[in-house]
């Protein structure tokens, strides 16, 4: 139960929005003084939320305190709900994931605090890997905090976040471990084992086959094999029978999704013990074993052959085996935007935090080292070096780790994207984050010069050839787009913007609207609305996108303005 304290007006109007979001989990305190209020809610809920100011909060609960283990989790809201402050109870009383909740439903910008130490020094909590946990979680995270040595036994390189340096430190001895492992195994006092999703067990089933049967088959085949039941990442099947109560009720009792194939893609695969039932019945001769290794993937090891179920009294209804999938390492390719830190998207910055390594031009990373976690591995180049920071970041991805490659803008647009996934295989996974490119920061520093049909064109020729530029710079005058020149003029390049925009000319008039954007976001900002005919090239360099204006746009109090192409009045 959650205990809503307020005060104010404004603060029972919030704890309204709550109770009414959360039906049957709130109970309200507003009657009488505020100090009741406050020990009768302490007294009966296991959260509170009070909208009051910290330190009143503070010194009504502070002669209520019993013990960490003891007390409610506690949150507060600010009188204009800026803030949801995890006041008491961060992890243990639930606080830090209450204020998170409580701020993401009052919105408006409300932001959540949390000062308790993993969540602040940005020391992933074995909790937040998002794998199941278990053993001594307290005191190996405790030991993470105090900077003292954790050895870590990872039986494969898994993609987890960045651990800072003295987690798997080596040749320092210290009975606080770590393990990394799909495998069962005695934990001592202080010792935890993370669990990575890394098993697939593939089941067959008779119809009506129960669920009983199925999971007492499935937790046997792994216990026999000393492998954790909390490693499993799915249970598979053959399509025919995704609608078999008994396999779907077996994995929702394991908290895993059930994955079904058709029987032609089982066929297909070699097992080693195939046989004739199913073939008569789904049309593959394995199921279990087939499943069991399509769903896990390329380099996939079978480490339970086909076993079925022994019930006493009647025949078996249930088949089952398991195989581990090859670790797989993710790559995430993250726009930062044009630079400004609030253009940067927060999934940007969940990402950047979620990789162990990180891949960029030096000036790129440099934007965004103080949001990596302790212990990230930078791998920072220079200009140029394109394709081999593309290759830098697929090999480390390969290589089983969580890897962010990172690019000014969006990270697909004239960047890394395209020469790290023509480099990507099947074999990693990839996440792509969309930045704010420069065609749009400058965009939104003009006015509204894309309000109609617009094209971006690099002016780089050095990998394609001037002619093919040109070209497309002729077709996109003839059509009458919007135009934003990237790469415009650098020292070595300075004939092709002119060229560029005498080809617009021929078919703009000379007072068509330019805007000329450098540094959009970033230091060194500087806006120019000029024309066609006025542009002066000098004022073009690198940091500098050029957006020319179609035959509609124009200038309106100092902003660019191409109109919609309705009810536009001249
Ligand atoms: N991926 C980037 C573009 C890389 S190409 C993006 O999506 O924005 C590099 C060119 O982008 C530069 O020569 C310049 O023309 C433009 N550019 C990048 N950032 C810029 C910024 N903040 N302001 C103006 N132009 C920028």
Redesign the pocket.
């Known amino acids: 139960m959650i205990g809503l304290v307020a005060a104010t007006a404004a603060g029972s109007a919030a704890a309204q929005r709550l109770a009414d979001a959360w039906p049957g989990r709130t109970r309200r305190y507003d009657e009488g003084p505020v100090r009741t209020a406050v020990a009768r809610a302490f007294a009966d809920c296991d959260q509170l939320v009070c909208f009051l100011a910290t330190g009143a909060a503070v010194r009504l609960l502070a002669p209520l305190l019993r013990g960490k283990a003891a007390d409610p989790g506690v949150v507060c809201v600010d009188e204009a709900g800026r803030f949801a402050v995890a006041l008491l109870g961060g992890h243990g009383g639930g606080a830090n994931d209450l204020a998170a909740e409580v701020a993401d439903l009052l919105g408006d910008g409300c932001t959540p605090v949390v000062t308790t130490a993993t969540d602040a020094v940005g020391i992933p909590g074995l909790d937040s890997v998002g794998w199941p946990v278990e053993g001594a979680v307290a005191a190996v995270t405790r030991t993470v905090l105090d900077g003292g040595p954790v050895a870590l036994r990872a039986d494969a390189t898994w993609p987890l976040p960045a651990l800072p340096p003295h987690v798997g430190v080596r040749g320092v001895a210290t009975d606080v471990r770590l393990y990394v492992t799909d495998r069962r195994l005695p934990l001592a006092a202080r010792e935890a084992v993370l669990r990575p999703p890394s098993l697939v067990v593939g089941v067959g089933a008779s119809r009506g086959a129960g669920a009983d049967e199925v999971l007492g088959l499935v937790l046997d085949a792994l216990d026999g094999a000393g492998l954790s039941p909390r490693s499993v990442a799915a249970l598979a099947t053959v399509d025919a029978k995704a609608g078999e109560p008994g396999l779907l009720a077996a994995a929702d009792r394991l908290g895993v999704p059930l994955r079904t194939f058709p029987a032609a893609e089982l066929a297909a695969v070699d097992v080693p013990t195939p046989s004739a039932a199913p073939l008569a019945a789904v049309g593959t001769p394995s199921v279990a074993e087939a499943a069991a290794l399509t769903a896990a993937g390329p380099g996939a090891e079978l480490l339970v052959r086909k076993r079925k179920s022994a019930p006493a009294d009647r025949p078996a209804m249930a088949t089952c085996a398991v195989a581990r999938r090859r670790p797989r390492g993710r790559l995430a390719v993250v ?1 930062l935007g ?2 400004a830190r609030d253009l940067l998207t927060p999934r940007a910055r969940t990402e950047l935090r979620r990789a162990s390594v990180v891949v960029g031009l030096d000036q790129y990373v440099a934007q965004i080292r103080d949001l990596l976690r302790p212990g990230t591995r930078v791998l920072a180049s220079g200009l140029g070096a394109e394709e081999e920071r593309a290759r830098t970041a697929v090999a480390e991805a390969r290589a089983g780790h969580a890897v962010a490659l990172v ?10 994207a395209s020469p790290a996934l023509a480099e990507a295989g099947a074999d990693i996974d990839v996440a792509g984050v969309p ?5 749009l ?2 965009a939104a520093l003009l006015g509204a010069p894309l309000g109609h049909d617009h094209v971006s064109v ?1 002016l ?1 020729d050095l990998h394609t050839p001037w002619e093919v530029i040109e070209r497309r710079v002729r077709a996109a005058a003839e059509a009458d787009l919007v135009v934003t ?4 003029r ?1 020292r070595a390049r300075r004939r092709q913007l002119p060229e560029a925009l005498a080809l617009l000319a021929k078919h703009r008039e000379p007072g068509t609207p330019v805007g000329v ?6 230091p060194g ?1 500087h806006v120019l609305l000029t024309t066609l005919a006025e542009l002066d090239p000098e004022t073009v ?6 957006t020319v204006g179609n035959s509609a746009t124009r200038e309106i109090a100092g902003r660019m303005v191409t109109p919609r192409g309705y009810r536009w009045q001249t």
């Open positions: 726009g044009p630079g690019g000014s803008g969006d990270a697909g647009v004239y960047a890394m930045g704010v490119t420069a065609a920061a400058a690099s780089s020149f990237y790469n415009p650098s954007v450098r540094n959009a976001s970033r900002e360099d690198m940091m500098t996108v050029v």
